[in-house]
């Protein structure tokens, strides 16, 4: 039992982490696409003509958000095909998770700012801010305020 408390040397904890790491991605990765796609085509919708100016810059600012955190929830794909094979596979679980938290962050600020946008636009109402604010902690509680709790709560380490 080596001192993660398995059976497992280094290259099979790499493997096993590599894979878990995969499957986050794939998941986070498929609802990154489908949102930034639907972006791509607002801007061709008639009614983005008439939108305010303060809503096409929250727009910019969102799409821009969408491709910054598509980059970084692809990017563990990249690095896994150009270092496959190289020996790095530990040191690419590393750089690879890094860039997935780096995407599940770019991933709250693009959800943030789309959903700010649509509720502008869709109500009009001075409350959008504070419901906004509402699902952004709700996201914040459950993406990293649990998960580091339970870390905190039950590391031994």
Known sequence: MNEWGRHETEEERADRKWGELIQEVR?????????????????FQQKYASLEQTDKTIYIITVILGAATTGALIGPVSLHRLVSGRRVKAEAVEWAS????????LLLATMTSSLLLVLRVATHNPIVPWIVSVVVAWYGLCWFVVPMWTLRRHTTR
């Not at 998941?27 to 801007?43: E, M």
């Not at 890094?98 to 962050?105: F, H, I, N, S, Y």
């Open 27 to 43: 998941v986070a990765q498929t609802g990154v696409q489908i949102l930034f796609g639907f972006l791509l085509t607002v801007v």
């Open 98 to 105: 890094r860039m997935t938290l780096a995407g599940l962050v």
